[in-house]
């Protein structure tokens, strides 16, 4: 099972333990997205930043849409370099267990949610942040 995990909140007067923690996830900024594994690990760094990302299982699709619209080799798009069915692999490739890495950067630049987030400072139903049980409304507004 997959993992996104989306920096919501910015970095004014945060704890440094929770910053070095985000930094370990690949989160420098807001509006940044990685793709981790549900692994005890992952949960434990995840609990310990939740008042900052949002965070939910993604499906195979949701993945497949982040490769082919925002996934980047390097500087160059992956849209531009492989085609729609080798995205397609890949995804399904990632979603099975292969690493992140070996297809695109491991982090996704999106651009702020249309229509704007709820609220940055409470939690899921009433605002953005914590757990979800889906990811993919939040990152298709965002794509």
Partial sequence: ??????????????????????????????????????????????????????YGQVDELTIFKLLSKRGKKGRIDLSTVMKEDEIKKAASEIFGGAKLKDFVNPVFKLRPPSKGYKNTKKNYPEGDLGKRGDMTMLLSRMM
């Fill in 1 to 54: 099972m997959k993992l996104a995990i989306l920096r919501v909140r910015g970095r004014r007067k945060i704890n440094y333990k929770i910053e070095d923690t985000l930094k370990m996830l690949r989160l420098i900024r807001p509006n940044n997205c990685v793709i981790v594994d549900d692994t005890p690990q992952n949960l434990g760094m995840i609990m310990k930043v939740k008042d900052y990302v949002a």
